[in-house]
């Protein structure tokens, strides 16, 4: 019963930030008038294949959080649990790259500089939330276990693990 709740809860979230960074990027796509910039109509497809891939990572990531984890992907109800399996033994962040990747996926699906650019003005903003944030709070929460993740994965570019995660 507290899986399900907590899948409810994750699908919720999961729906509301959703909506929130799609309405920002149709908003976004309002300023490809003034850039006077349409992007080539044979970048739809590739745009296709990074959503759903995108799209795919992200419910791999909200997966693990609620079985392994025992929580949801919102900041305000994170895992109980530290989670290092699944998406998260290739990267720390693969939920923030997943997100990205739809995002990209929706601007070339839409032929639109402005959420790609959007969408680029997204990705210092996220890392300085990981960072100053998420990084800190995950190093007190979690103890060594983290610290020696935070060796042993990296942040942003995912890559085989050599070794055997906590």
Not at 65 to 81: K, N, V
Not at 89 to 101: I, K, S
Not at 111 to 132: D, E, W, Y
Request: charged content about 15%; hydrophobic content about 55%.
């Amino acid at each position: 019963m507290q899986t399900a709740f907590l899948a409810l809860r994750s699908v919720i979230y999961m729906t509301v930030f959703l909506l929130l960074f799609a309405g920002l990027a149709l908003w976004a796509r309002g300023f490809d008038r003034r850039l006077g910039v349409i992007l080539p109509a044979a970048g739809a497809l590739p745009g296709v294949v990074l959503a759903v891939a995108g799209a795919l990572l992200v419910l791999a990531c909200a997966g693990v959080f609620i079985w392994r984890g025992r929580g949801t992907p919102a900041l305000f109800d994170a895992p109980r649990a530290f989670v290092a399996v699944g998406p998260y033994r290739y990267a720390r962040n693969p939920m923030y790259l997943g997100g990205l990747l739809l995002l990209l996926g929706f601007g070339l699906w839409e032929r639109s500089l402005s959420i790609l650019l959007f969408a680029a003005l997204l990705c210092p903003l996220t890392h300085l939330l990981v960072v100053f944030y998420e990084e800190p709070t995950l190093r007190k929460r979690f103890g060594t276990s983290y610290r020696e993740y935070l060796e042993k994965v990296p942040r942003w570019l995912p890559r085989r693990p050599h070794e055997r995660l906590p």
